[in-house]
């Protein structure tokens, strides 16, 4: 008998032993559904708070969470959501869709816009919230070989902070403006364009070194946001998050049921078809949102002295695909779907 319990012991001891090894659940990220035609937003999600924990994140009172297990120094990629007002509510992970509300959100995000929403503050001051940030992806931001960089803090304890931003590379600083320093307060944005290239970029509190250098590549044509999160005590350490997002823009693919063969242009924006031929379909291409007109001439015409054919105007949005065929009967369909995440 004695055998017995000592076994059972044992076991009991093996299986708390394995439980307490059990790693943490992992992040995981469920966008809702988009019925087609549906207006939507954009949102990025960055968990920044030291101390609350991890959390679930839920929309508009659904039960099941469209963010489970968002621990500190987590980001979630761009999810589209359903335009106009939201509600987002941060729960303690796990806890259920009755479980304590820590922070929300409900606001009106507009329609076509993008956002990073950040879980910021600190719980034991009272002071965590989920707050919205506008990420700037407009086409008029960029320059030709320049990368758009929004820097903020998200160091609630107090301190100015700054981020330096330096490439040491010939061919970045040959592109134009190829370092910076920018301070801010907490969660005031600042933002700078350099030239797209490799970095170095590091933290400061007050002038004092934050958060240790690390290697970023930024890219042509698209927007970084880096976050400066972390703790003056040092627990947790200070980091640089580094979010890149593409310019907002569209892919259309043309299909021809017709007899013709054409050439197509987009205007205003530089960019053409040179053959869509009769009964084929070209690829996806990728054009910045912007309301544009498609411009059809005969395959293989002098387009400054050829008349144009027929026009097709259409608003192309961002993180959109666009499939516009023409039908043999000269009409024209237009089937718009999201973009897929890559």
Known sequence: MRRDLCLFAGLLLAMGVLAQAQPPSALSFHPPQIERGTIVNFFQFAHTSVDVGSLDIYLDGVEEPIIRNMAYGDTVPMMAIPAAKRTFVARRADTGSRGAVLASTDIDFGTNASWLLLAAGRDERRSFDLLPVPIPRSAALYRPGQAFVRSLSAVSD?????????????????????????????????????????????????????????????????????????????????????????????????????????????????????????GQSS?????????????????????RQSPILFEVPQRLRPGR????TLRADGSVDVEETLTPPE
């Open 158 to 278: 107090g301190s100015s902070m700054s981020i330096a931003i330096e490439s040491s590379d010939p061919d970045v600083k040959a592109g134009g403006r190829a370092s910076l320093e920018t301070s801010m307060g907490w969660l005031s944005p600042r933002d700078n364009s350099v030239a797209a290239g490799d970095y170095l970029i590091s933290a400061r509190a007050s002038g004092t070194p934050f958060a240790p250098p690390q290697n970023i590549r930024l890219e042509a044509e698209k927007t970084t946001m880096l976050i400066i999160i972390g703790s003056l005590s040092g627990a947790p350490p200070g980091q640089i998050l580094a979010l890149t997002s593409p310019p907002e823009q569209a892919r259309v693919k043309l299909v021809n049921e017709q007899n013709d063969d054409y050439t197509v242009v987009f205007s205003p924006v530089n960019l053409q078809i040179d053959a869509l031929d009769a």
């Open 283 to 303: 690829d996806f291409v990728t054009v910045r949102s912007s309301n544009v007109r498609l411009l059809f001439f005969l395959k293989g015409a002098n387009l």
């Open 321 to 324: 695909d666009l499939v516009i």
